[in-house]
């Protein structure tokens, strides 16, 4: 079976396609949308698969209450989906637009989405409530959520078959650390806690996002004069690590500057990641293992070695050769905590998901 996986943002479209029998990815691209119809860039991907695919897999952020697990995608699913979009303004109306302009080009084939927020749908009542009236969760469904489900599902898989381990049996926190950046708490293989909280701007310090600020600050900028587009300009796009530096997002930007601005700015979101990655481990009840990955988690080891210093208290000492050969494993054997650095791979959690409900089988 050959299952197509389908990611849309707001300027391109990501996509890979896999041969679910070997699990090799056949072919992927990412092909600028340059303001065509999708549907259009949607029949340039179909041209570069060298076989027709027999599923199709979404990536869709935010699936709120209802979409907890992978569904085959009908009007019903399509409905919620744009629901959810006032959670996610800036993801789930692409996400619709690529779904329905997959179902357009590929009409006879199951289309299955996968969401972002289903792998935290199990977070108990005191990972998930905000200290606002309980009616606003009731009547409106505020409350967090959490982001990067599929990367945090495929981190904890594989840090299990590294240490040789039953899911069931590890307390694993699992960072995703990237343009959008997230940790979550692992208990048993179920998400029990995430930094990430009703919109992905909840949490660590990110490229362009503000993370955690003072919810006085936005209410600040409004009574300057200051209009809801033009805050969530701000917090989204113009905040974070770029923002701080004055300089860019990139972390291999800043690493490469002399600007104090830019190691300011990395010291501010190494500290914020371990604090995040302690609160994290208070969750759990203690720490077996800690995970890395995407651009920053997997590529920036003197970012990976700031974090990991500020947790020896942990139990965490650090393999400062493995982490710069960036591991897998980049703690000492010693170690009480382990630590790794796994490549993630969302499209491949993403693909088995489409794959395993198609043939009438959801994985857990």
């Not at 303001?35 to 199709?56: C, F, G, I, K, S």
């Not at 077996?288 to 003197?302: C, K, M, N, P, W």
């Not at 170690?335 to 489409?354: D, F, G, K, M, Q």
Request: glycine content about 8%; proline content about 6%.
């Amino acid at each position: 079976m050959k299952v197509l996986v389908i990611n849309v943002g707001s300027t391109s479209l990501k996509y890979d396609f896999y041969e679910m029998d070997t699990e090799a990815s056949l072919a992927r691209g990412n092909l600028e949308r340059d303001h065509r119809p999708l549907t259009d860039v949607m029949r340039d991907v179909l041209a570069a698969l060298p076989a027709a695919p027999d599923a199709v897999g979404h990536r869709v952020v935010h699936g709120g209450e209802r979409l907890v697990h992978p569904v085959r995608i009908d009007a019903a699913v399509e409905a919620v989906i744009e629901e959810c979009a006032v959670f996610a303004p800036l993801h789930n109306p692409v996400n619709l637009l690529g779904i329905r302009a997959a179902r357009e080009v590929f009409p006879d084939l199951p289309h299955v989405a996968v969401f972002d927020t289903a792998f935290h749908a199990a977070m108990p009542e005191r990972s998930f409530a905000y200290g606002l009236p309980y009616e606003l969760y009731l009547e409106r469904g505020i409350r967090r959520y959490g982001f990067h489900g599929p990367s945090h599902q495929y981190m904890a898989a594989c840090a299990a078959e590294h240490l040789k381990t039953d899911p069931s049996r590890l307390r694993l926190i699992t960072c995703h650390l990237g343009g959008g950046a997230s940790v979550a708490a692992i208990e048993g293989g179920t998400s029990i806690d995430t930094s990430m909280g009703m919109t992905p701007l909840e949490g660590l310090l990110m490229g362009t996002r503000s993370g955690d600020l003072d919810p006085a600050v936005p209410l600040l900028l409004v009574r300057d004069g200051q209009i809801p587009a033009e805050i969530d300009e701000l917090l989204n796009r113009r905040s974070g690590i770029a923002g701080l530096s004055g300089i860019s997002g990139d972390v291999r930007v800043l690493q490469a500057s002399d600007d104090p601005h830019a190691a300011e700015a990395l010291d501010l979101f190494a500290y914020r990641t371990s604090q995040a990655i302690a609160s994290h481990a208070v969750a759990l009840g203690g720490l077996d293992a800690l995970v890395f990955t995407a651009g920053i988690g997997e590529h920036a080891d003197s970012v990976r070695a700031a974090i990991c210093r500020r947790l020896a208290w942990l139990g965490l000492e650090l393999d400062e050769a493995a982490n710069h050969r960036h591991g897998p494993c980049i703690s000492h054997p010693h170690s009480r905590v382990s630590a790794w650095v796994i490549p993630t791979n969302e499209e491949y959690v993403i693909a088995r998901h489409a794959w395993a409900l198609t043939a009438g089988e959801p994985l857990t």
